[in-house]
């Protein structure tokens, strides 16, 4: 007799679940409370792409003790937070740094898009771009966007 192994086909039945791309909406779900202000589907596209091109010139601070030793410095750019880390406690300190610094900041739903986007397997909870000449236009009009959001309470 030989065993019949059902478990690897339901995996693979999830994996292939999860592969797919989740629309704005889905990732909207899992926000967390503090993920104010959030970036339109329209910004959050535009965020990756200036992303992208700052990580071809290494001009991106991931992670959050990397970007917090770099805001405590006085280091300029846009700060990307993960409107779905868990637990809060993990970054929650890092808008009321961005604030004293004077450092715009914005929350987009998904932190595996936001490490996708920095061309890494693993998810990010919070990148801060900063800018360079190569990409300025894009920075530009990301910065002048997230500027526009209104801030929270």
Do not use: W
Request: glycine share 4%.
């Amino acid at each position: 007799m030989t065993k019949v192994k059902a478990v690897p086909e339901e995996s693979e039945a999830q994996a292939e679940g999860c592969s797919e791309e989740r629309t704005y909406e889905e990732l909207l779900v899992n926000l967390n409370p503090i993920a104010q202000p959030l970036a339109s589907r329209r910004l959050t596209r535009k965020l990756y792409k200036c992303i992208k091109k700052a990580v071809k010139r290494k001009q991106i601070r991931r992670g959050v003790k990397e970007v917090q030793k770099f805001v405590n410095k006085g280091e300029k750019g846009i700060m990307v937070l993960a409107g779905d880390t868990l637990p809060i406690e993990v970054y929650c300190h890092l808008p009321v740094m961005c604030e004293d610094q004077n450092l715009p900041y914005v929350y987009i739903p998904s932190k595996t898009d936001l490490g996708a986007a920095t061309g890494s397997k693993r998810p990010t909870c919070v990148i801060m771009v900063k800018p360079h000449e190569d990409y300025q236009e894009a920075y530009d009009k990301c910065l002048e966007e997230v500027q526009a959001l209104p801030t929270p309470l």
